[in-house]
């Protein structure tokens, strides 16, 4: 599956914001000789799949999606709303599954034994668990790579004091 991802950094210009964040992913990846914990197997710079621009889906080095706040507040702002948007549908996606359930949550923890169950009675509430957490996963549609946050207030509040050098980019995951 495919998830766009806007990671906010800070930068002096896009070519630097694209290199910050693609160090940071690679690093997530690990090599060959350490091992990734991370939930994405690959990912393309540039939005991937859902660049607009004709040739450039899968073109490592196309920066056209990528925002400047400083150049267009405006859209940088939309897009972090966006991201928001999405993020709470997923959530309440799972809310309505996990509801569906009609779980006695109660008796479903009183019943363990102290071996795994591998059942997806829970899954929905752990992955809402994530998110209210702040679990950097595919639902999260934001990472602020300098504070290693999905939160945006990290973000938001530098710019509120002046910092204005946050560039969004847009990355396709694939896990």
């Known amino acids: 599956m495919h998830v ?3 990671l906010a950094v800070q930068a002096d210009d896009k070519d630097m914001a694209f290199r910050i964040v693609k160090d940071y992913l690679e690093n997530e990846l690990g ?20 660049n607009p621009n004709e040739g450039s ?3 490592q080095d196309d920066q056209s999606m990528t925002i400047s706040y400083e150049e267009d507040p405006e859209a940088f702002t939309k897009a972090i709303d966006e991201a928001i948007s999405n993020r709470i549908v997923e959530f309440n996606g799972y809310r309505s599954h996990f509801n569906q359930k009609n779980l006695n949550l109660d008796e479903y923890l009183s019943s363990y034994s102290g071996h795994t169950d591998y059942s997806f009675e829970l899954y929905d509430l ?4 994530d ?3 702040g679990k950097w996963d595919f639902n999260s549609y934001f ?11 990290f973000m938001l509040d530098s710019i509120d004091k002046g910092i204005k050098n946050w560039y969004l980019v847009f990355v396709d995951f694939h896990f």
Not at 32 to 45: A, G, L, P, R
Not at 143 to 153: E, Y
């Open 57 to 59: 889906q899968y073109n």
């Open 126 to 129: 752990g992955k809402m668990i």
């Open 143 to 153: 990472l602020d790579v300098h504070h290693d946050s999905v939160n945006t207030r």
């Open 31 to 50: 090599s060959n000789e350490y091992s990734s914990n991370t939930w994405f197997d690959w990912f393309v710079m540039g939005g991937g799949r859902w």
């Open 4 to 6: 766009l991802q806007k």
């Open 131 to 133: 998110m209210f957490q």
